[in-house]
Structures are given as C-alpha cells and as structure tokens.
C-alpha cells in the first residue's frame, strides 16, 4: 500500500512538471507571436500621435531675390502708437451656430509720418536778402502697419459644423491696418508731421547761418 502511495506521488509529481512545461512553452510562443503586433500596434499609436500633434518645421529659401534698391532720405517726425478692436465675421444669419465664424482681433499699430528729402530739387531752396525760403514736400504716411507681437485674437467662436473661415483673421489684420491709418490722418498725424518738420529744419539751417528760414508748399 505505501509502494502505490508513493508511486501515486511520484506520477502526479510527473504529470504536474509536465503541465507546467507545456504552459510555460505556450506561454513563450504566444509572448513571441505577440511581439509583432505590440510593436506594430505601438508604430500606429506613435504615427497617430505624431499625426493630431504634428511638428511644424519653417525651411527658409536659401536663394534671397534682390528686386530693387533706393536711396532713401525720409524725414521721420511723427510717430503713432494706436490700438484697435476689429470684429469679423462670416455667416452669422439663422444658421449661424452650425456653419457661422466670429473673430475678435485686438490691433496694435505703428505709424510713421514725415517728408521725403529725396522730393526735393535746386528749385526748392531760394536765398532772397540772407532769407531762405524752403519749398518743402507734402508730408505723408511713410509706415501703417501692425505690431504682430502685440496684436492677437482675443476670442473666436465657431459653428458646431465648421472650422471656421481660414481667412478671416486676414480680412481683420487688413482692416485693422486700414482704419488705424484712417484714424491717425483725421487725428492730424499729417499736421503734426509737418510742423515737427519745419521745426526741425528751421533749428538746422540756422546754425547753419542763414538768418531767416521760411517755409512754402
């Protein structure tokens, strides 16, 4: 009776080791036939990631194109500092909250003034009895354009069934530029431009001898 005892034993023992081989041997092939696919299903992931979150990568030219070179020999007198809030939209009817876009852009814009010298000629400076009588150029706008550092869009709300209008935020940069220059003219940038010219100029040709300086247009 003990002998079958322990035959019972050593046949379970037996059976047990060979139980645990053949499981660990299926578990090792299945690891193996599996690795393929985690690493393939980990390529898809990181493509998919790389896809919703995609690098953006700026590649300059590097051939630079000359088209033109001017002397230049502008009197800068004036300088704007103005700020401007442009609301812009697109398709705000009954269906505005499906397919609508609505932007709004806080501008900030610098803009210079003054005369160009360059307008000038031998005809523009007359000496009459130590007098000099100075024919200057109208003074003009020479810089309206936006400081993008400081210009953003301060809110943008879209349809549920768009992505917006791509260019909507260039049609409220544009108008931006141009209302800020319209708003500096009717300030009288022009006037203050011209006057700072002249006082400028009169200051200059003093010292340099002459007695009187008088200025036309």
């Known amino acids: 009776m003990g002998g079958l005892a322990v035959a019972l034993l050593v046949l379970f023992f037996l059976i ?40 953006v990568t700026v590649t300059p030219d590097p051939v630079t194109i000359l088209r033109e070179v ?10 704007y500092s103005m700020e401007k809030v442009i609301t812009a939209e697109s398709a705000q009817g009954a269906f505005g ?33 130590n007098v000099l009588k100075v024919k200057l150029p109208e003074p003009e706008i020479f810089v309206a354009t936006l400081d993008n550092e400081k210009s953003y869009v301060y809110d943008r709300s879209t349809g ?22 319209k708003a500096v003219i009717e300030d009288g940038i022009l006037v203050t431009a011209k006057q ?10 003093r010292q340099l001898g002459f007695g009187e300086v008088i200025f036309e247009y």
Do not use: W
């Open 16 to 55: 047990a080791l060979v139980l645990f081989l053949f499981v660990n041997s299926l578990r090792t092939s299945t690891q193996s036939a599996l690795n393929p696919i985690n690493e393939a299903s980990g390529y898809i992931a990181t493509q998919v990631s790389n896809a919703l979150n995609p690098t």
């Open 70 to 79: 001017r002397s230049l020999a502008r009197l800068e007198t004036v300088q």
């Open 97 to 129: 909250f499906l397919v609508g876009d609505k932007i709004l852009f806080v501008a900030h814009g610098v803009v210079i003034a003054g005369v160009d010298l360059s307008k000038m000629d031998e005809q523009s400076l007359r000496v009459d009895n």
């Open 160 to 181: 549920i069934l768009t992505k917006g209008n791509v260019t909507l935020e260039s049609l409220a940069r544009q108008t931006a530029e141009a209302e800020i220059r």
């Open 196 to 205: 700072n010219a002249e006082n400028y100029l009169y200051r200059l040709l």
